[in-house]
């Protein structure tokens, strides 16, 4: 499945990462606690043949929150299934089906309760050149919450992608370029049609060391952040962030601290 198209979730994804993952300015500190992956394989009966893989992941946070995932692959040809949840949210539950072929990449998901919130995407295409979209059904409401649709183009060295989001009042578009193995750049503008406002993000990361990541960025509105993120034992991260509200001199830059842990 080399050549098949990402989901329609990568569409812009890793420009928006670039510009907005790991940034933490709510001035508390943050811990995750990542649990061991549990594998186990399954054989069918005839010769040995690979029939499916269950994989579990969990997750607990500093309010004592768990977050558990299982995985089973090749259920069905090409075919992923996945059960998560959190305790004690006994209303997280969620299933999330993916099919992958060739050509299309299509995501389905249903929360596990009385009034599910279904949601269905599809990419069509391949690895190079894709496009595709996304519904969300709430029953409780008889409604729908979100469609959007978009295309991405992808290279070696760069990846752009065009969206229409939020139930069609806005087109989104972003770009992320890779110069070399240690800087990336990336920038997302975004044009609301209501009331004709345009917003821009701009950003780069720059890999210091094989451990350690900084980034920065900067709004239309002002504000400058930077992160520090140090891998100080394996996939164990360390990451201090900051803003500045260049338009708000008399307010102290918000500060972050984000702690994850691996056993």
């Known amino acids: 499945m080399g050549s098949s198209p990402a989901p329609f979730s990568d569409i812009g994804k890793k420009a928006k990462d670039l510009l907005t993952k790991d940034y933490n300015f ?9 649990g061991p992956t549990e594998l186990v394989l399954y054989r069918s009966r005839e010769e040995g043949e690979l029939y499916e893989l269950k994989e ?8 004592l929150q768990v977050s558990t995932k299982v995985t089973v692959s090749n259920i069905l040809p090409s075919t992923k299934a996945a059960v998560s949840f959190k305790i004690p949210d006994n209303k997280s539950g969620k299933l999330d ?7 299309a990449a299509i995501d389905s998901s249903i929360g596990l309760n009385p009034t599910p919130l279904l949601e269905l995407s599809g990419a069509f295409g391949s690895k190079d050149v894709s496009f595709g979209g996304e519904v969300g059904f ?3 409401s008889s409604s729908f919450i979100k469609y959007s649709a ?5 290279k070696p060295d ?10 069609g009042k806005a087109l989104k578009t972003s770009y992320i370029h890779y110069v070399n193995a240690f800087h990336t750049v990336a920038a997302e503008l975004t044009h609301r049609f209501s009331t004709y406002e345009n917003t821009f993000t701009i950003g780069s990361s720059h890999v ?12 239309n509105d002002g504000k400058v952040a930077m992160l520090y993120q140090k891998e100080w034992r ?9 803003e500045y509200d260049s338009k708000a001199t008399n307010t102290a830059p918000k500060l972050g601290l984000a702690l994850a842990l691996k056993p």
């Open 56 to 63: 579990t992941k969990n997750k607990l946070d500093l309010q």
């Open 150 to 154: 978009g295309i991405s183009w992808n």
């Open 138 to 140: 709430n029953t409780s």
């Open 97 to 103: 089906i993916q099919y992958l072929h060739p050509h």
């Open 26 to 34: 709510d001035q508390k500190f943050t811990l995750s606690v990542v």
């Open 158 to 167: 760069y990846s752009a992608a065009l969206l229409l989001t939020d139930q």
């Open 208 to 219: 210091v060391d094989p451990l350690t990541v900084v980034k920065a960025r900067l709004t």
């Open 234 to 242: 394996p996939k164990s991260l360390i990451t201090f962030s900051a």
